[in-house]
Each structure stands twice: as C-alpha cells, then as structure tokens.
C-alpha cells in the first residue's frame, strides 16, 4: 500500500509558477513509475505526463511540454511537477499517483495503470 500527498497548490498570476510536491510512504516508491493528472472544474480527469522509476519523464499534453517538468527523487521519496508560465486554463485539482509495481511503458498513458492516488492539490490561476 503505498500513500501520496500532494502539496504546493495555491493561488497564482498568470505568468507565475508552482512546484507541486507528492510525497509517498507506505510502499515502493522507486520501483514505480508516477504520473500526474489534473481536473478543471467540469472537466474529466486529464493525463498531464509520467515518470519512470529510471527517471524517464514525459509530458503527454502539447500545451504544457514547454512549460510542465516532471522528476522525482528516490532518496527522499519524493515527486515533483514544476510548473512554469501558468495560465488561466491550468486552474484544476491536481493529482499524483502511483502506478503498478510491473506495469510496462506503454501502459503508463492509461489512468487504469495507476493504483494508488493522492488526494489533490487545487491550483487557481488567476489575475
């Protein structure tokens, strides 16, 4: 069983920037691969990007590859998202989540790979 909590949410200026926080005990951390999702109000769940527990990090949405960057430290059991340039439209809840100990690259893009889930972290991108 493995626990998250996100933190490092707020309120923010477009043009600003966050560094959202999820940190895991309880359970492997450095053995799985992590994502990040996010919800806007009234929206579905969205896939933001992933990491592998070899550090391979990718953002699947194309508005925030220049902006979004995901990495981890194993030694502090520690996942992070930075985020830069912040806009209106990135006002969600944000999540992380941990995924299956033997789940495969190509599954990381499915939100069903992800087992363990954290309990969100509001962003509010506002002037």
């Known amino acids: 069983q493995v626990q998250l909590a996100e933190s490092g949410g707020g309120l923010v200026q477009p043009g600003g920037s966050l560094r959202l926080s999820c940190v895991a005990s309880?359970?492997?951390?450095?053995?799985?691969?992590m994502g990040w999702f996010r919800q806007a109000p009234g929206k579905e769940r969205e896939f933001v990007g992933r990491i592998t527990s070899s550090r391979a990090a990718r953002i699947y949405v194309d508005s925030l590859k220049d902006r979004f960057t995901i990495s981890r430290d194993n030694a502090k059991n520690t996942l992070f998202l930075q985020m830069n340039n912040l806009q209106p439209e990135d006002t969600a809840v944000y999540f992380c989540a941990a995924a299956k100990e033997s789940a495969i690259l190509s599954a990381l893009s499915d939100e069903s790979t992800y087992i363990y889930w954290g309990q969100g972290t509001q962003v509010t991108v506002s002037s």
């Open positions: 309880g359970g492997t951390f450095r053995s799985r691969a």
